[in-house]
Structure formats: C-alpha cells, structure tokens
C-alpha cells in the first residue's frame, strides 16, 4: 500500500531540513519526524484521510509535546487517551540532558498541547467528529534548544537560518495545502498566521488566527480556549 501523500512530504520535509546547521545559542535540534516518525505516519493515517475544511498550522514542537510524540501539540496524555495513538518512539541524535524524549513514558505535560486538545475534545466528543472536517499540522518540525535546555523557537533564530527554514517549510505547507484542501488555515498564534498569509498566498483559502496557547502568553492563561472559540466564531466558524 503506497504512503499517505502528507507522510511522503513530511519525509521530504525532513529531508530539506537535515542538511542545515544551526549556530549559537542553539545547541541540540531535535527532528521528530525521524524518531518519531512511527507515531507521525500513525497519526497521518488515522486522522488525516480525505478533505478537511479547516487546517490549524502550529509554529513548532514542544519539548514535552511533539518533540515526545511526534504528533503536533502532542502533549503525551492526550495522544495516548484522546487520540488513541500507540508506536514506536525513538531516540533524536544528540539528545539533551536535560530534555530527554522518552515518549509516551513522559510524565511531563505541555500546556499548549493540554489546552488545544482538551479544547477539541470539549467541543466535539470524539477525536474522530473533530478530524472529520479538521487538521493540526506544525510550520516547522524542529525543535531548537539552548544550553540551558531553554526552548527557543523559530522567530527567535538568526535571519539567515530563518530564510533556510522558510525555503524548505513553505514548500512543505503548500504541499500539505494541496493535499488536504481545506477552505481556512487558521494560524495558532501570530508567527503561523503570517508564515501561512506568506507560503499560500497564490493559494486561494482563507486565513484567520486564534490565540497560541502557550503559558508564556498571559492572554491564554486568562482563559484560552474562550477566547479561541470566540476567534472562531468571528470568522463565522464554530457558531452556536
């Protein structure tokens, strides 16, 4: 049976990606669509069959969500109980000290993967109701770490290594775009919304932007999933 079309460009993805180096202060890159790529491929195939109306485009893993899981916003009790996923999980290269991958046995929680998908499974129930007209892919797969185990994303890097990034996950989204064919993308968080306006533009769907969720935002903290339905209903998505 041939791969699902969003697994062969995710492969791709990492492909592109593989070859760049980052300098100071990252120190440790972690790609979990290599040591991972079991429970990735797992989630493409169950949840990403057919056409999805809306696609939610994440900035990039976690160090306790996908970079655990390879699931986006894979925040690991919510893989394992709500989306039911179950695969092999590896190792990344050059693994830190202090942000070991250690799958589905991680006892730490992300906050933005907890929300987002606790989000999801308050309002439709099942995994299956939400997948049925939805997605969740990230902008960039890579998970960047400093020395100090700090979690530094992709707007934070140099220009030079962002426009390497660029290259390789813009192709990567339309390709995923062409695949799914949804009428929105709907940026979570300021960075995705405009990397989506940018990569798609010739694309013909429509854009919008909900809240990210991370606790780093005191706007979230005060109650996101609130606030991200309400984002949704300004688009004239999620109406009661």
Same mark, same amino acid.
């Given at each position: ?22 300098? #100071? ?7 979990? =669509?290599?040591?991972?790529g079991a429970m990735h491929a797992a989630f493409i195939a ?16 976690? #160090? ?18 709500? =989306? ?23 006892? &730490? ?31 960039? #797969? ?20 962002? &426009? ?8 990567? =989204? ?20 405009? &990397?989506?306006?940018?990569a798609l533009a010739d694309v013909g769907v429509k854009f ?17 999933? #609130? ?14």
């Amino acid at each position: 049976m041939p791969d699902h079309p969003l697994l062969g460009a995710a492969r791709e993805l990492s492909q592109a990606l593989a070859p760049l180096r980052f300098g #100071p202060p990252v120190t440790h890159v972690y790609d979990p =669509l290599t040591y991972a790529g079991a429970m990735h491929a797992a989630f493409i195939a169950r949840y990403g069959q057919g056409r999805k109306r809306t696609v939610f485009l994440g900035m990039n893993p976690g #160090p306790w969500g996908m970079a655990q899981t390879g699931v986006p916003f894979g925040e690991v009790a919510a893989v394992r109980d709500w =989306l039911q996923l179950d695969a092999p999980i590896g190792k990344p290269l050059g693994e830190h000290p202090k942000r070991p991958v250690d799958g589905l046995a991680c006892t &730490r929680a992300e906050v933005s993967g907890k929300r987002l998908w606790g989000a999801m499974a308050a309002r439709f129930g099942t995994p299956e109701a939400f997948f049925q007209d939805h997605y969740v892919i990230n902008y960039c #797969p890579l998970l960047f770490l400093e020395a100090s185990g700090k979690n530094r994303t992709p707007d934070q890097l140099p220009a030079a290594e962002r &426009r390497a990034i660029a290259a390789a996950c813009d192709r990567h =989204l339309r390709a995923a775009i062409a695949i799914l064919q949804p009428e929105w993308v709907i940026g979570v968080g300021n960075f995705a919304e405009e &990397r989506a306006r940018t990569a798609l533009a010739d694309v013909g769907v429509k854009f919008g932007r909900i809240p990210h969720p991370s606790p780093a935002s005191p706007a979230a903290n005060k109650g996101w999933e #609130p606030a991200a339905t309400l984002a949704m209903n300004a688009l004239g998505l999620w109406l009661p």
